[in-house]
Protein backbone atom coordinates (compact mmCIF):
# COMPACT_ATOMS: atom_id res chain seq x y z
CA UNK A 1 0.00 0.00 0.00
CA UNK A 2 2.68 2.32 1.02
CA UNK A 3 4.27 2.48 -2.66
CA UNK A 4 1.40 4.19 -3.85
CA UNK A 5 2.37 6.94 -2.08
CA UNK A 6 5.24 7.45 -4.94
CA UNK A 7 1.55 8.95 -6.40
CA UNK A 8 1.93 11.89 -4.34
CA UNK A 9 4.86 13.16 -5.48
CA UNK A 10 2.73 15.80 -7.99
CA UNK A 11 0.44 16.95 -5.56
CA UNK A 12 2.86 17.62 -2.75
CA UNK A 13 2.28 21.28 -2.36
CA UNK A 14 -1.86 20.50 -1.76
CA UNK A 15 -0.81 17.47 0.81
CA UNK A 16 1.16 19.62 2.86
CA UNK A 17 -1.37 22.28 2.85
CA UNK A 18 -4.21 20.94 3.46
CA UNK A 19 -3.12 19.09 7.13
CA UNK A 20 -1.40 22.56 7.58
CA UNK A 21 -4.92 24.77 7.29
CA UNK A 22 -6.17 22.15 9.05
CA UNK A 23 -3.95 22.49 11.63
CA UNK A 24 -4.65 25.85 12.04
CA UNK A 25 -8.20 25.70 12.18
CA UNK A 26 -7.78 23.03 15.09
CA UNK A 27 -5.29 26.04 16.56
CA UNK A 28 -8.30 28.25 16.74
CA UNK A 29 -11.14 25.90 18.12
CA UNK A 30 -8.77 25.26 21.13
CA UNK A 31 -8.86 28.70 21.64
CA UNK A 32 -12.63 29.32 21.87
CA UNK A 33 -12.85 27.67 25.55
CA UNK A 34 -10.09 29.70 26.86
CA UNK A 35 -12.20 32.80 25.70
CA UNK A 36 -14.92 30.75 27.32
CA UNK A 37 -13.86 30.92 30.64
CA UNK A 38 -13.18 34.65 30.48
CA UNK A 39 -16.76 35.38 29.72
CA UNK A 40 -17.82 33.31 32.92
CA UNK A 41 -15.14 34.13 35.38
CA UNK A 42 -14.96 37.75 34.19
CA UNK A 43 -17.90 38.80 32.03
CA UNK A 44 -20.49 37.03 33.85
CA UNK A 45 -18.99 36.74 37.42
CA UNK A 46 -18.38 41.02 37.46
CA UNK A 47 -21.81 41.58 35.78
CA UNK A 48 -19.68 42.82 32.93
CA UNK A 49 -21.93 42.89 29.70
CA UNK A 50 -19.46 44.94 27.79
CA UNK A 51 -16.85 42.61 28.62
CA UNK A 52 -19.11 39.59 27.33
CA UNK A 53 -19.68 41.38 24.19
CA UNK A 54 -16.30 41.97 23.50
CA UNK A 55 -15.18 38.14 24.30
CA UNK A 56 -18.43 37.14 22.17
CA UNK A 57 -17.13 38.99 19.30
CA UNK A 58 -13.61 37.59 20.12
CA UNK A 59 -14.89 34.20 19.74
CA UNK A 60 -16.93 34.41 16.63
CA UNK A 61 -13.78 35.96 15.12
CA UNK A 62 -11.90 32.73 15.93
CA UNK A 63 -14.77 30.53 15.17
CA UNK A 64 -14.61 32.70 11.15
CA UNK A 65 -11.11 31.99 11.05
CA UNK A 66 -11.27 28.17 11.58
CA UNK A 67 -14.48 28.05 9.14
CA UNK A 68 -11.79 29.38 6.63
CA UNK A 69 -8.79 27.45 7.24
CA UNK A 70 -11.45 24.57 6.72
CA UNK A 71 -12.86 25.59 3.92
CA UNK A 72 -8.82 26.16 2.27
CA UNK A 73 -8.52 22.98 3.67
CA UNK A 74 -11.09 21.09 2.17
CA UNK A 75 -10.07 22.66 -1.26
CA UNK A 76 -6.33 21.54 -1.23
CA UNK A 77 -7.55 18.01 0.26
CA UNK A 78 -9.92 17.74 -2.40
CA UNK A 79 -7.31 18.61 -5.10
CA UNK A 80 -4.60 16.41 -3.77
CA UNK A 81 -7.13 13.03 -2.83
CA UNK A 82 -8.65 13.00 -6.73
CA UNK A 83 -5.29 13.59 -8.83
CA UNK A 84 -3.87 10.79 -6.25
CA UNK A 85 -6.89 8.77 -7.22
CA UNK A 86 -6.83 9.71 -10.99
CA UNK A 87 -3.00 9.01 -10.94
CA UNK A 88 -3.50 5.75 -9.69
CA UNK A 89 -6.19 4.70 -12.33
CA UNK A 90 -4.46 5.79 -15.23
CA UNK A 91 -1.31 3.52 -13.97
CA UNK A 92 -3.03 0.60 -13.48
CA UNK A 93 -5.00 0.73 -16.53
CA UNK A 94 -1.85 1.48 -18.75
CA UNK A 95 -0.46 -1.51 -16.82
CA UNK A 96 -3.34 -3.79 -17.01
CA UNK A 97 -2.73 -3.22 -21.16
CA UNK A 98 0.58 -4.05 -20.44
CA UNK A 99 -0.38 -7.37 -18.80
CA UNK A 100 -0.23 -10.90 -21.10
CA UNK A 101 -3.20 -12.84 -22.18
CA UNK A 102 -1.40 -15.48 -19.43
CA UNK A 103 -2.01 -13.05 -16.49
CA UNK A 104 -5.26 -11.73 -17.79
CA UNK A 105 -6.72 -15.21 -17.58
CA UNK A 106 -5.77 -15.46 -14.08
CA UNK A 107 -6.60 -12.49 -12.49
CA UNK A 108 -9.81 -12.29 -14.48
CA UNK A 109 -11.19 -9.06 -16.08
CA UNK A 110 -14.19 -8.63 -13.07
CA UNK A 111 -11.88 -7.97 -10.29
CA UNK A 112 -9.62 -5.94 -12.54
CA UNK A 113 -12.75 -3.90 -13.10
CA UNK A 114 -13.66 -3.58 -8.86
CA UNK A 115 -9.56 -2.78 -8.74
CA UNK A 116 -9.83 -0.22 -10.92
CA UNK A 117 -12.55 1.43 -10.22
CA UNK A 118 -14.27 0.64 -6.16
CA UNK A 119 -10.55 0.30 -5.09
CA UNK A 120 -8.93 3.06 -6.57
CA UNK A 121 -12.00 5.32 -5.22
CA UNK A 122 -12.12 4.02 -1.93
CA UNK A 123 -8.26 4.63 -2.26
CA UNK A 124 -9.10 8.52 -3.00
CA UNK A 125 -11.85 9.06 -0.26
CA UNK A 126 -9.18 7.62 2.09
CA UNK A 127 -6.73 10.08 1.01
CA UNK A 128 -8.49 12.96 1.61
CA UNK A 129 -10.29 12.08 4.96
CA UNK A 130 -6.17 11.61 6.05
CA UNK A 131 -5.43 14.94 4.76
CA UNK A 132 -7.78 16.06 6.62
CA UNK A 133 -8.16 15.04 9.93
CA UNK A 134 -4.52 13.38 10.55
CA UNK A 135 -3.26 16.21 11.54
CA UNK A 136 -6.01 18.02 12.94
CA UNK A 137 -7.76 15.61 15.29
CA UNK A 138 -4.57 14.69 17.06
CA UNK A 139 -3.43 18.04 17.70
CA UNK A 140 -6.91 18.50 19.09
CA UNK A 141 -6.67 15.55 21.63
CA UNK A 142 -3.29 16.57 22.70
CA UNK A 143 -3.57 19.71 22.32
CA UNK A 144 -7.04 19.53 24.20
CA UNK A 145 -5.08 17.90 26.98
CA UNK A 146 -2.52 20.14 27.15
CA UNK A 147 -4.68 22.49 27.85
CA UNK A 148 -6.46 20.88 30.63
CA UNK A 149 -3.58 20.34 32.53
CA UNK A 150 -2.76 24.12 32.39
CA UNK A 151 -6.10 24.51 33.77
CA UNK A 152 -6.29 22.11 36.69
CA UNK A 153 -3.52 19.04 37.01
CA UNK A 154 -6.17 16.75 39.19
CA UNK A 155 -8.95 17.12 36.37
CA UNK A 156 -6.75 16.29 33.41
CA UNK A 157 -6.20 13.05 35.04
CA UNK A 158 -9.18 12.07 33.58
CA UNK A 159 -7.92 13.04 30.06
CA UNK A 160 -5.01 10.81 30.82
CA UNK A 161 -7.13 7.96 31.40
CA UNK A 162 -9.59 7.98 28.94
CA UNK A 163 -7.65 8.25 26.08
CA UNK A 164 -5.13 6.12 25.96
CA UNK A 165 -8.33 3.29 26.86
CA UNK A 166 -9.86 4.47 23.66
CA UNK A 167 -7.16 4.40 21.59
CA UNK A 168 -6.65 0.81 22.38
CA UNK A 169 -9.87 -0.07 21.33
CA UNK A 170 -9.80 1.96 18.42
CA UNK A 171 -6.60 0.19 17.22
CA UNK A 172 -7.96 -3.58 18.33
CA UNK A 173 -10.76 -2.60 16.03
CA UNK A 174 -9.04 -2.09 13.11
CA UNK A 175 -6.45 -4.97 13.85
CA UNK A 176 -9.61 -7.04 13.53
CA UNK A 177 -11.15 -5.10 10.60
CA UNK A 178 -8.07 -5.02 7.88
CA UNK A 179 -9.14 -8.75 7.14
CA UNK A 180 -13.06 -8.63 6.83
CA UNK A 181 -12.55 -5.16 4.41
CA UNK A 182 -10.14 -7.15 2.47
CA UNK A 183 -12.95 -10.28 1.94
CA UNK A 184 -15.60 -7.87 1.18
CA UNK A 185 -13.99 -6.27 -1.91
CA UNK A 186 -13.18 -10.01 -2.45
CA UNK A 187 -16.88 -11.07 -2.49
CA UNK A 188 -17.59 -7.56 -4.64
CA UNK A 189 -15.32 -9.09 -7.34
CA UNK A 190 -17.50 -12.54 -7.07
CA UNK A 191 -20.83 -10.83 -7.96
CA UNK A 192 -19.29 -8.63 -10.62
CA UNK A 193 -18.20 -11.60 -11.94
CA UNK A 194 -21.63 -12.85 -11.95
CA UNK A 195 -23.20 -9.28 -13.23
CA UNK A 196 -21.00 -9.63 -16.24
CA UNK A 197 -21.53 -13.06 -16.84
CA UNK A 198 -25.30 -12.39 -16.78
CA UNK A 199 -25.80 -9.38 -18.66
CA UNK A 200 -23.02 -10.80 -21.39
CA UNK A 201 -25.32 -14.80 -21.44
CA UNK A 202 -28.81 -12.66 -20.63
CA UNK A 203 -30.21 -14.42 -23.94
CA UNK A 204 -28.60 -17.51 -23.43
CA UNK A 205 -30.31 -17.66 -19.28
CA UNK A 206 -33.36 -16.72 -21.08
CA UNK A 207 -33.14 -19.39 -24.35
CA UNK A 208 -32.38 -21.88 -21.17
CA UNK A 209 -35.02 -20.80 -18.80
CA UNK A 210 -32.17 -20.32 -16.18
CA UNK A 211 -33.52 -16.99 -15.15
CA UNK A 212 -34.57 -18.84 -11.70
CA UNK A 213 -31.31 -20.87 -11.22
CA UNK A 214 -29.02 -17.69 -12.28
CA UNK A 215 -31.30 -15.06 -9.52
CA UNK A 216 -30.48 -17.65 -6.65
CA UNK A 217 -26.95 -17.91 -7.45
CA UNK A 218 -26.45 -14.24 -7.38
CA UNK A 219 -28.83 -14.04 -4.87
CA UNK A 220 -26.73 -16.31 -2.86
CA UNK A 221 -23.47 -14.33 -4.32
CA UNK A 222 -25.21 -11.08 -3.00
CA UNK A 223 -26.00 -12.01 0.39
CA UNK A 224 -22.48 -14.07 1.36
CA UNK A 225 -21.47 -10.16 0.11
CA UNK A 226 -23.76 -8.59 2.44
CA UNK A 227 -23.43 -10.77 5.69
CA UNK A 228 -19.21 -10.02 5.44
CA UNK A 229 -20.57 -6.11 4.68
CA UNK A 230 -22.52 -6.55 8.48
CA UNK A 231 -19.84 -8.01 10.05
CA UNK A 232 -17.50 -5.11 9.34
CA UNK A 233 -20.22 -2.84 9.95
CA UNK A 234 -21.07 -4.45 12.93
CA UNK A 235 -17.63 -4.46 14.38
CA UNK A 236 -17.27 -0.63 13.17
CA UNK A 237 -20.32 -0.02 14.84
CA UNK A 238 -19.12 -0.77 18.15
CA UNK A 239 -16.73 2.11 17.65
CA UNK A 240 -19.01 5.14 18.54
CA UNK A 241 -21.35 3.93 21.49
CA UNK A 242 -18.03 3.06 23.38
CA UNK A 243 -16.55 6.23 22.43
CA UNK A 244 -19.27 8.29 23.73
CA UNK A 245 -20.03 6.08 27.14
CA UNK A 246 -16.44 6.91 27.68
CA UNK A 247 -16.37 10.24 27.12
CA UNK A 248 -19.41 11.22 28.79
CA UNK A 249 -18.34 9.04 31.96
CA UNK A 250 -15.26 11.15 31.52
CA UNK A 251 -17.46 14.53 31.73
CA UNK A 252 -19.39 12.63 34.54
CA UNK A 253 -16.03 12.38 36.49
CA UNK A 254 -15.19 16.04 34.95
CA UNK A 255 -18.07 17.83 36.61
CA UNK A 256 -17.93 15.45 40.05
CA UNK A 257 -14.28 16.28 40.38
CA UNK A 258 -14.34 20.16 39.18
CA UNK A 259 -17.31 20.66 41.11
CA UNK A 260 -15.77 19.27 44.79
CA UNK A 261 -13.05 21.39 43.63
CA UNK A 262 -14.83 24.80 42.59
CA UNK A 263 -15.90 24.52 46.15
CA UNK A 264 -12.89 24.29 47.51
CA UNK A 265 -12.09 27.37 45.47
CA UNK A 266 -9.16 25.35 43.71
CA UNK A 267 -10.57 26.03 40.13
CA UNK A 268 -13.65 28.44 38.86
CA UNK A 269 -17.15 27.88 37.34
CA UNK A 270 -15.53 29.31 33.99
CA UNK A 271 -12.49 26.94 34.25
CA UNK A 272 -15.00 23.21 34.87
CA UNK A 273 -16.66 24.45 31.94
CA UNK A 274 -13.42 24.85 29.65
CA UNK A 275 -12.72 21.71 30.92
CA UNK A 276 -15.86 20.07 29.96
CA UNK A 277 -15.76 21.86 26.52
CA UNK A 278 -12.13 20.58 26.24
CA UNK A 279 -13.42 16.82 26.66
CA UNK A 280 -16.34 17.56 24.09
CA UNK A 281 -13.92 18.79 21.27
CA UNK A 282 -12.16 15.50 22.31
CA UNK A 283 -15.46 13.04 21.74
CA UNK A 284 -16.44 14.73 18.91
CA UNK A 285 -12.60 14.40 17.45
CA UNK A 286 -12.07 11.04 18.49
CA UNK A 287 -15.36 10.18 16.79
CA UNK A 288 -14.06 11.49 13.59
CA UNK A 289 -10.72 9.78 14.22
CA UNK A 290 -12.70 5.71 14.39
CA UNK A 291 -14.41 7.01 11.02
CA UNK A 292 -10.68 8.14 9.78
CA UNK A 293 -9.85 4.74 10.85
CA UNK A 294 -12.45 2.31 9.77
CA UNK A 295 -11.79 4.47 6.15
CA UNK A 296 -8.19 3.84 6.28
CA UNK A 297 -8.99 0.59 7.33
CA UNK A 298 -10.73 0.14 3.97
CA UNK A 299 -8.45 2.36 1.80
CA UNK A 300 -5.80 -0.10 3.19
CA UNK A 301 -7.14 -3.01 2.04
CA UNK A 302 -7.91 -1.70 -1.32
CA UNK A 303 -4.71 -0.11 -1.61
CA UNK A 304 -3.09 -3.65 -0.87
CA UNK A 305 -5.55 -5.18 -3.32
CA UNK A 306 -4.27 -2.52 -6.05
CA UNK A 307 -0.51 -2.73 -5.10
CA UNK A 308 -0.86 -6.29 -5.53
CA UNK A 309 -2.46 -6.11 -9.37
CA UNK A 310 0.33 -3.07 -10.04
CA UNK A 311 3.29 -5.79 -8.72
CA UNK A 312 1.74 -8.31 -11.17
CA UNK A 313 4.52 -8.76 -13.66
CA UNK A 314 3.80 -9.79 -17.28
CA UNK A 315 5.03 -12.65 -18.63
CA UNK A 316 5.15 -11.64 -22.00
CA UNK A 317 8.17 -9.60 -21.56
CA UNK A 318 8.71 -6.41 -24.53
CA UNK A 319 12.46 -6.39 -24.11
CA UNK A 320 13.30 -5.17 -27.65
CA UNK A 321 13.78 -1.33 -28.37
CA UNK A 322 15.33 -1.25 -31.41
CA UNK A 323 13.69 -2.19 -34.79
CA UNK A 324 14.65 -5.52 -35.66
CA UNK A 325 15.96 -5.87 -39.27
CA UNK A 326 14.01 -9.00 -40.66
CA UNK A 327 16.28 -11.85 -42.06
CA UNK A 328 15.51 -14.00 -45.39
CA UNK A 329 13.51 -17.14 -44.27
CA UNK A 330 9.96 -18.45 -44.42
CA UNK A 331 7.63 -15.78 -43.12
CA UNK A 332 6.15 -17.76 -40.01
CA UNK A 333 8.46 -21.07 -38.37
CA UNK A 334 7.83 -22.99 -35.62
CA UNK A 335 10.78 -24.90 -34.34
CA UNK A 336 9.63 -27.70 -32.32
CA UNK A 337 6.97 -25.53 -30.13
CA UNK A 338 5.62 -26.32 -26.91
CA UNK A 339 3.17 -24.32 -24.87
CA UNK A 340 1.64 -24.84 -21.50
CA UNK A 341 -1.04 -22.50 -20.13
CA UNK A 342 -0.21 -21.44 -16.49
CA UNK A 343 -1.81 -23.79 -14.31
CA UNK A 344 -2.17 -26.76 -16.54
CA UNK A 345 -1.13 -29.94 -16.25
CA UNK A 346 -0.84 -30.75 -19.44
CA UNK A 347 0.95 -29.02 -22.48
CA UNK A 348 -1.53 -27.37 -24.67
CA UNK A 349 0.39 -27.78 -27.97
CA UNK A 350 3.57 -30.22 -27.76
CA UNK A 351 6.47 -30.34 -30.95
CA UNK A 352 5.15 -28.18 -33.46
CA UNK A 353 7.07 -27.90 -36.33
CA UNK A 354 5.74 -26.46 -39.69
CA UNK A 355 6.97 -23.59 -41.91
CA UNK A 356 4.80 -20.99 -43.95
CA UNK A 357 6.02 -19.17 -47.06
CA UNK A 358 5.23 -15.53 -47.89
CA UNK A 359 2.20 -15.39 -49.98
CA UNK A 360 1.14 -18.78 -48.57
CA UNK A 361 -2.83 -19.46 -46.81
CA UNK A 362 -2.60 -22.39 -44.23
CA UNK A 363 -5.25 -23.87 -43.28
CA UNK A 364 -5.31 -24.92 -39.57
CA UNK A 365 -7.80 -27.47 -38.61
CA UNK A 366 -8.95 -30.04 -35.88
CA UNK A 367 -11.28 -30.70 -33.08
CA UNK A 368 -12.61 -28.55 -30.20
CA UNK A 369 -9.93 -28.31 -28.29
CA UNK A 370 -7.23 -29.46 -30.64
CA UNK A 371 -4.97 -26.10 -29.99
CA UNK A 372 -5.56 -24.54 -33.13
CA UNK A 373 -6.26 -20.97 -30.82
CA UNK A 374 -3.73 -21.64 -29.32
CA UNK A 375 -1.43 -21.99 -31.90
CA UNK A 376 -2.30 -19.04 -33.82
CA UNK A 377 -2.03 -16.73 -30.51
CA UNK A 378 1.44 -17.59 -30.09
CA UNK A 379 3.06 -16.24 -33.07
CA UNK A 380 1.44 -12.44 -32.20
CA UNK A 381 2.83 -12.81 -28.69
CA UNK A 382 0.48 -13.04 -26.62
CA UNK A 383 1.53 -16.05 -24.84
CA UNK A 384 5.40 -17.07 -25.04
CA UNK A 385 6.34 -21.17 -25.94
CA UNK A 386 7.55 -22.64 -23.08
CA UNK A 387 10.20 -24.67 -25.49
CA UNK A 388 11.73 -24.47 -29.08
CA UNK A 389 11.24 -21.18 -31.17
CA UNK A 390 8.71 -19.36 -33.70
CA UNK A 391 10.20 -17.39 -35.59
CA UNK A 392 8.63 -14.40 -38.31
CA UNK A 393 10.39 -13.37 -41.33
CA UNK A 394 13.27 -15.94 -39.82
CA UNK A 395 13.72 -13.76 -36.22
CA UNK A 396 12.69 -15.60 -33.32
CA UNK A 397 9.71 -13.70 -32.35
CA UNK A 398 11.34 -12.57 -28.90
CA UNK A 399 13.40 -10.21 -30.42
CA UNK A 400 11.03 -7.88 -32.13
CA UNK A 401 9.59 -5.50 -29.94
CA UNK A 402 5.51 -6.00 -29.40
CA UNK A 403 4.86 -3.18 -31.35
CA UNK A 404 7.10 -4.10 -34.43
CA UNK A 405 6.18 -7.77 -34.21
CA UNK A 406 2.17 -6.86 -33.37
CA UNK A 407 2.64 -4.08 -36.77
CA UNK A 408 2.80 -7.03 -38.82
CA UNK A 409 -0.04 -9.37 -37.91
CA UNK A 410 -3.40 -8.63 -38.51
CA UNK A 411 -5.87 -10.81 -36.73
CA UNK A 412 -9.37 -11.55 -36.20
CA UNK A 413 -10.18 -13.06 -32.93
CA UNK A 414 -12.97 -16.29 -32.60
CA UNK A 415 -15.01 -13.62 -30.75
CA UNK A 416 -16.01 -10.80 -33.08
CA UNK A 417 -15.22 -7.40 -30.74
CA UNK A 418 -16.13 -3.61 -32.54
CA UNK A 419 -16.12 -0.85 -29.92
CA UNK A 420 -18.81 1.86 -29.95
CA UNK A 421 -17.79 4.77 -32.59
CA UNK A 422 -18.20 5.46 -36.11
CA UNK A 423 -17.66 1.90 -38.68
CA UNK A 424 -15.20 4.72 -39.67
CA UNK A 425 -13.24 4.83 -36.64
CA UNK A 426 -13.67 1.20 -35.77
CA UNK A 427 -11.83 0.37 -39.03
CA UNK A 428 -9.18 2.75 -38.70
CA UNK A 429 -7.78 0.67 -35.33
CA UNK A 430 -5.04 -1.08 -37.17
CA UNK A 431 -4.42 2.14 -39.87
CA UNK A 432 -4.83 5.62 -37.99
CA UNK A 433 -4.61 7.37 -41.26
CA UNK A 434 -6.20 4.84 -43.73
CA UNK A 435 -8.35 6.29 -46.54
CA UNK A 436 -11.99 5.75 -46.90
CA UNK A 437 -10.66 4.12 -50.37
CA UNK A 438 -8.42 1.68 -48.22
CA UNK A 439 -11.44 1.13 -46.04
CA UNK A 440 -13.80 0.36 -48.60
CA UNK A 441 -11.11 -2.08 -50.35
CA UNK A 442 -10.96 -3.99 -47.09
CA UNK A 443 -14.88 -4.07 -46.77
CA UNK A 444 -15.10 -5.28 -50.39
CA UNK A 445 -12.63 -8.05 -49.29
CA UNK A 446 -14.10 -9.07 -46.37
CA UNK A 447 -17.76 -9.25 -48.07
CA UNK A 448 -19.06 -6.76 -45.27
CA UNK A 449 -19.44 -3.71 -48.20
CA UNK A 450 -22.88 -3.69 -48.20
CA UNK A 451 -23.34 -4.26 -44.96
CA UNK A 452 -22.34 -0.62 -44.93
CA UNK A 453 -23.84 0.78 -48.12
CA UNK A 454 -27.19 -0.36 -46.29
CA UNK A 455 -26.54 1.04 -42.83
CA UNK A 456 -27.70 5.58 -42.67
CA UNK A 457 -24.45 7.36 -42.80
CA UNK A 458 -22.61 5.00 -44.36
CA UNK A 459 -18.88 4.47 -43.13
CA UNK A 460 -20.01 7.31 -40.53
CA UNK A 461 -22.76 4.92 -38.95
CA UNK A 462 -22.28 4.35 -35.29
CA UNK A 463 -21.65 1.03 -34.52
CA UNK A 464 -23.40 0.35 -29.88
CA UNK A 465 -21.12 -0.88 -27.42
CA UNK A 466 -19.69 -3.98 -28.43
CA UNK A 467 -21.55 -3.85 -32.03
CA UNK A 468 -24.96 -4.76 -30.51
CA UNK A 469 -26.39 -3.25 -33.77
CA UNK A 470 -24.87 -5.55 -35.58
CA UNK A 471 -25.75 -9.16 -36.44
CA UNK A 472 -23.32 -12.07 -35.32
CA UNK A 473 -22.15 -12.30 -39.33
CA UNK A 474 -21.91 -8.94 -39.68
CA UNK A 475 -19.85 -7.62 -36.64
CA UNK A 476 -16.98 -10.71 -38.23
CA UNK A 477 -16.93 -9.36 -41.55
CA UNK A 478 -16.48 -6.12 -40.08
CA UNK A 479 -13.44 -7.30 -37.76
CA UNK A 480 -12.55 -9.21 -40.74
CA UNK A 481 -12.11 -5.52 -42.76
CA UNK A 482 -10.62 -4.30 -40.09
CA UNK A 483 -7.69 -6.31 -39.74
CA UNK A 484 -7.36 -6.12 -43.77
CA UNK A 485 -7.45 -2.23 -43.43
CA UNK A 486 -3.94 -2.86 -41.92
CA UNK A 487 -2.28 -4.56 -44.79
CA UNK A 488 -0.60 -7.28 -42.85
CA UNK A 489 1.97 -9.20 -43.67
CA UNK A 490 0.42 -11.69 -41.95
CA UNK A 491 -3.21 -12.11 -41.69
CA UNK A 492 -4.92 -14.51 -39.05
CA UNK A 493 -8.63 -15.38 -39.23
CA UNK A 494 -8.85 -17.44 -36.17
CA UNK A 495 -12.71 -19.18 -36.91
CA UNK A 496 -13.81 -15.94 -37.95
CA UNK A 497 -16.15 -16.96 -40.39
CA UNK A 498 -17.83 -19.63 -38.61
CA UNK A 499 -21.39 -17.46 -38.04
CA UNK A 500 -21.24 -16.56 -42.16
CA UNK A 501 -23.43 -18.73 -44.59
CA UNK A 502 -21.58 -21.22 -46.87
CA UNK A 503 -21.93 -19.00 -49.88
CA UNK A 504 -20.73 -15.83 -48.26
CA UNK A 505 -17.66 -18.23 -46.30
CA UNK A 506 -17.10 -19.00 -50.21
CA UNK A 507 -16.73 -15.96 -51.13
CA UNK A 508 -14.70 -14.17 -48.45
CA UNK A 509 -12.44 -17.03 -49.13
CA UNK A 510 -11.83 -16.21 -53.17
CA UNK A 511 -11.62 -12.84 -52.24
CA UNK A 512 -9.20 -13.12 -49.60
CA UNK A 513 -7.10 -15.15 -52.03
CA UNK A 514 -6.75 -12.45 -54.30
CA UNK A 515 -5.19 -9.77 -51.90
CA UNK A 516 -1.43 -9.39 -51.67
CA UNK A 517 1.18 -11.84 -52.46
CA UNK A 518 3.24 -10.99 -49.93
CA UNK A 519 0.35 -12.08 -47.14
CA UNK A 520 0.50 -15.02 -45.31
CA UNK A 521 -3.25 -15.93 -44.25
CA UNK A 522 -3.72 -18.43 -41.44
CA UNK A 523 -7.23 -19.95 -41.68
CA UNK A 524 -8.14 -21.29 -38.80
CA UNK A 525 -11.43 -23.71 -38.59
CA UNK A 526 -13.56 -26.42 -37.91
CA UNK A 527 -15.07 -26.61 -41.13
CA UNK A 528 -13.07 -29.02 -43.71
CA UNK A 529 -14.88 -26.59 -46.52
CA UNK A 530 -12.98 -23.26 -45.37
CA UNK A 531 -9.63 -24.86 -45.33
CA UNK A 532 -9.36 -27.39 -48.32
CA UNK A 533 -7.95 -25.29 -50.96
CA UNK A 534 -4.91 -23.50 -48.55
CA UNK A 535 -1.78 -24.02 -50.24
CA UNK A 536 -0.72 -26.30 -46.86
CA UNK A 537 -3.15 -27.56 -44.22
CA UNK A 538 -1.92 -28.40 -40.53
CA UNK A 539 -4.47 -30.92 -39.04
CA UNK A 540 -4.04 -30.79 -35.20
CA UNK A 541 -5.60 -33.33 -32.61
CA UNK A 542 -4.85 -32.81 -29.14
CA UNK A 543 -2.06 -30.02 -29.10
CA UNK A 544 0.34 -32.00 -32.01
CA UNK A 545 0.30 -31.77 -36.00
CA UNK A 546 -1.12 -35.11 -37.05
CA UNK A 547 -0.85 -34.27 -40.87
CA UNK A 548 0.68 -31.56 -42.99
CA UNK A 549 -0.09 -31.49 -46.56
CA UNK A 550 -2.71 -30.24 -49.32
CA UNK A 551 -6.02 -31.16 -48.75
CA UNK A 552 -5.38 -34.28 -51.85
CA UNK A 553 -2.55 -35.35 -49.99
CA UNK A 554 -3.90 -35.72 -46.49
CA UNK A 555 -7.45 -37.07 -47.72
CA UNK A 556 -4.88 -40.03 -48.67
CA UNK A 557 -2.66 -40.44 -45.91
CA UNK A 558 -4.33 -38.36 -42.45
CA UNK A 559 -7.01 -40.43 -40.60
CA UNK A 560 -7.81 -37.54 -38.56
CA UNK A 561 -8.18 -35.45 -41.54
CA UNK A 562 -10.52 -38.08 -43.38
CA UNK A 563 -12.07 -38.12 -40.40
CA UNK A 564 -13.27 -34.58 -40.39
CA UNK A 565 -14.08 -34.31 -44.21
CA UNK A 566 -15.95 -37.58 -44.36
CA UNK A 567 -18.79 -35.95 -41.24
CA UNK A 568 -18.81 -32.50 -43.35
CA UNK A 569 -18.43 -33.02 -46.98
CA UNK A 570 -19.70 -34.90 -49.64
CA UNK A 571 -18.31 -37.35 -51.41
CA UNK A 572 -18.03 -35.58 -54.50
CA UNK A 573 -16.75 -32.67 -52.39
CA UNK A 574 -14.04 -34.47 -50.93
CA UNK A 575 -12.22 -35.45 -54.19
N1 LIG B 1 -6.76 -19.45 -21.34
C1 LIG B 1 -6.63 -20.76 -21.15
N2 LIG B 1 -6.20 -21.24 -19.97
C2 LIG B 1 -6.04 -22.57 -19.78
N3 LIG B 1 -6.30 -23.49 -20.72
C3 LIG B 1 -6.73 -23.07 -21.91
C4 LIG B 1 -6.94 -21.69 -22.20
N4 LIG B 1 -7.38 -21.57 -23.46
C5 LIG B 1 -7.46 -22.83 -23.96
N5 LIG B 1 -7.07 -23.72 -23.03
C6 LIG B 1 -6.98 -25.17 -23.22
O1 LIG B 1 -6.03 -25.45 -24.23
C7 LIG B 1 -6.48 -26.43 -25.12
C8 LIG B 1 -6.49 -25.90 -26.55
O2 LIG B 1 -7.44 -24.86 -26.61
P1 LIG B 1 -7.65 -23.99 -27.95
O3 LIG B 1 -8.54 -22.86 -27.61
O4 LIG B 1 -6.36 -23.68 -28.56
O5 LIG B 1 -8.44 -25.04 -28.87
P2 LIG B 1 -9.15 -24.83 -30.26
O6 LIG B 1 -8.70 -25.92 -31.12
O7 LIG B 1 -8.93 -23.45 -30.76
O8 LIG B 1 -10.64 -25.05 -29.85
P3 LIG B 1 -11.99 -24.44 -30.49
O9 LIG B 1 -12.08 -24.91 -31.91
O10 LIG B 1 -13.04 -25.02 -29.66
O11 LIG B 1 -11.88 -22.96 -30.38
C9 LIG B 1 -7.85 -26.86 -24.61
O12 LIG B 1 -7.69 -28.04 -23.87
C10 LIG B 1 -8.29 -25.74 -23.74
O13 LIG B 1 -9.07 -26.22 -22.67
Redesign the pocket.
Known amino acids: MFRLFKYIKNYKKESILAPLFKFLEASFELLIPLVMVRIIDIGIKNRDIEYVKKMSIIMVILGIIGLLCSLVAQFFAAKAAVGFGSSIRRDLFQHIQSLS?NEI?KIGSSTMITRLTSDVNQIQTGFNLLLRLFLRSPCIVFGAMVMAFTINMKAAFVFVVTIPVISVFVLALMIISIPIYKKVQNKLDKVLLLTKENLAGVRVIRAFNRQKDESEAFESASSDLVKTQLMGGNISALLNPFTYVMINLAIVTLVWIGGKQVYKGIITQGEVVALVNYMSQILVELVKLAFLIIMLTKSLACGNRVNQLLQEEASVVDTAETKIIPKDGPSVEFKDVGFL????KEE?LSNLTFVANKGQTIGVI??????????VNLIPRFYDVISGEVLVNGVNVKEYSLQQLRSKIGIVP?KAVLFRGTIRENMRWGKKDATDKEIWEALEIAQAKEIVELKDGGLDALVLQEGKNLSGGQRQRLTIARALVKKPEILILD?SSSALDYATDAKLRRAIQTISSNTTVFL?S?RAATIKNADKILV?DD?KIVGSGTHEQLILNCEVYQEICLSQLSKEEVQ
Open positions: YDYQGAAGGTGSGKSSLQDVQLG
